[in-house]
């Protein structure tokens, strides 16, 4: 009875699900796919699979933080704390992108970091100041392009770094690193009209700001 | 009035300025839209606005972070991996809330309903025996005031006190005491009571004969110590109610209710 065919092909057609829903909410995604496996590999006590990590995000978490905390200790300690978090908190990942959830950590970090410099003001955003760094230039870059897009640059950072934090975060997780609405609000535990609200807003007041630079990036 | 829209539509200052970021971020939709596009093709500032938006969006992506290099390496050394290493509390919190335990809200909720409703039950049925006692305790501690004073006189005034001027007719020998009704509801009620309500009733009383309230063997309320005695057992039936086992039970089912609720929530807030 139990060798027949028919019920053969009933198994077959019902299989048991048991595989783990985290590992298959992105199975297209070889990016994806590479990040659950390193977490999973790290929360069974791999810590070079936890590092792999850390090497694939920390240029791009420290990017992200950098614009919210224009700082270059703060934000790296900020990025820092971020991946600590991300390690003592590894059995909390509940699927979805591995890259969204760090960004999120990094975020909440961030916000921290502002929220403790609010509390005790020290000279804002020194970094800004400082001319030592340029943007790379291409071999074959005009000059005056070069020292217009240096211009350019500073002066949409400088506008940045006066709004609001949360008007900051929404801009620069929307327009750089191009999250879209509903993952902006999950990962800073807002409704998707806020998170709209805030990107109008913050657009608005980095034009205000801008207002009589107007010119650097008409045209 | 046709004026007055004229001028409005021409004020950029009374422009929706949000509605113009809205149709930059490419959010808006059917009427809203159209209206957007409407006030950036009827007014010249609405359109420099809309273009200014893109513009500061496209600026926005490109812009380079204000520091580029990034300062030192972030990866974790073995000593920061074993130093975050959850450990004791943490760890237990890790298991109660990790996602595994999807029960654990649940069930911390139920515990903690469970114990609330223990103890409310168990106490306003504790509370609804005590207040049936209590007049018998307030009683007996009245008659024993009654029975505390040595004469018949004064017992027999204390009577008439306590009856409402049938004290006189008593003494008088009058007829009983039709004039002075006795009062149904008497404070101080003392062990005369049912003496006053046979006055007030027209029996014959007696009550120069009638004795003091004895005091019954056994007849806690009748006697002064044993109705002290009582209060306090009664009080002390109380407490022990409070702290009877199947209390501690409840109390401890609600703290680990909410210890759970808590520990779950802990668990569940994004980290940092």
């Known amino acids: 009875m139990l060798d027949s065919p028919r019920l053969r092909i009933a198994v077959r057609r019902d299989p048991l699900i048991v595989e783990d829903l985290r590992s298959t909410t992105v199975p297209d995604d070889p990016v994806q796919r590479r990040d659950l496996i390193l977490l999973e590999n790290a929360r069974a006590g791999d810590l070079g699979a936890f590092n792999d ?12 933080v950098v614009r919210m905390v224009p700082d270059r200790d703060q934000a790296s300690d900020c990025v820092q704390e971020a991946f600590f978090s991300a390690y003592r908190n590894l059995a909390g990942f509940r699927g979805g992108s591995v890259k969204s959830w760090l960004h999120r950590i990094a975020i909440n970090a961030a916000m921290d970091i502002q929220r403790a410099r609010k509390r005790r ?8 100041d400082d001319e030592s760094w340029q943007p790379p230039a291409g071999t074959d870059a005009d000059p005056v392009t070069t020292a217009l897009t240096t211009e350019r640059h500073r002066a949409i950072n400088q506008a940045l770094a006066a709004i609001t934090d949360d008007q900051r975060a929404a801009i620069v997780l929307f327009d750089v690193e191009g999250f879209d609405y509903a993952e902006i609000a999950e990962m800073t535990g807002v409704s998707l009209g806020t998170v709209k609200s805030r990107i109008h807003r913050g657009r608005l007041a980095l034009r205000d700001r801008l207002a009589d630079r107007m010119d650097l990036f008409r045209g | 009035m046709s004026q007055e829209s004229d001028v409005r539509s021409t004020s950029h200052d009374r422009h929706d300025r949000m509605l113009i970021a809205a149709l930059a971020a490419g959010d808006l939709t059917g009427s809203e839209r159209e209206r957007a596009i409407a006030l ?9 606005l809309h273009d200014d938006l893109l513009a500061l969006a496209r600026a926005t992506a490109a812009a380079p972070p204000p520091i580029a290099i990034r300062p030192r390496d972030f990866t974790l050394t073995p000593a920061d991996a074993a130093r975050l290493r959850p450990a004791g509390w943490r760890r237990l919190v890790g ?3 990790s996602w595994r335990s999807v029960a654990s809200r649940p069930l911390g909720v139920g515990l903690a309903t469970l114990g609330l409703v223990g103890l409310l039950v168990g106490n306003i049925s504790l509370s609804f025996g005590s207040a049936a006692s209590a007049p018998a305790v307030t009683t007996g501690a009245a008659g024993a005031a009654g029975a505390a004073p040595a004469s018949s006189t004064e017992r027999s005034r204390m009577a008439g006190d306590s009856v409402g001027g049938t004290y006189k007719d008593v003494t008088t020998g009058g007829p009983p005491a039709t004039q002075y009704p006795a009062p149904v509801a008497q404070p101080a009620a003392s062990g005369y009571e049912n003496l006053g309500a046979a006055i ?20 806690n309320a009748a006697t002064p110590p044993a109705a002290a005695g009582d209060v306090s057992s009664t009080r002390d039936a109380v407490t022990d109610g409070l702290f009877r086992p199947l209390n501690l039970l409840f109390g401890a089912a609600i703290v680990l209710g909410i210890g759970i609720i808590a520990v779950s929530r802990l668990g569940r807030r994004p980290p940092i």
């Open chain 2, 40 to 48: 950036t093709r009827s007014c010249a500032e609405c359109a420099t």
């Open chain 2, 200 to 219: 007030a009733s027209g029996a014959p009383t007696g009550i120069h004969t009638v004795p003091p309230p004895q005091t019954a063997p056994g007849d």
């Open chain 1, 121 to 128: 003001p020290v000279q804002p955003y020194p970094e800004l």
């Open chain 2, 95 to 97: 298991a109660v809330s």
């Open chain 1, 53 to 64: 990590l850390v090497v694939s995000y920390q240029d791009q978490l420290f990017a992200l």
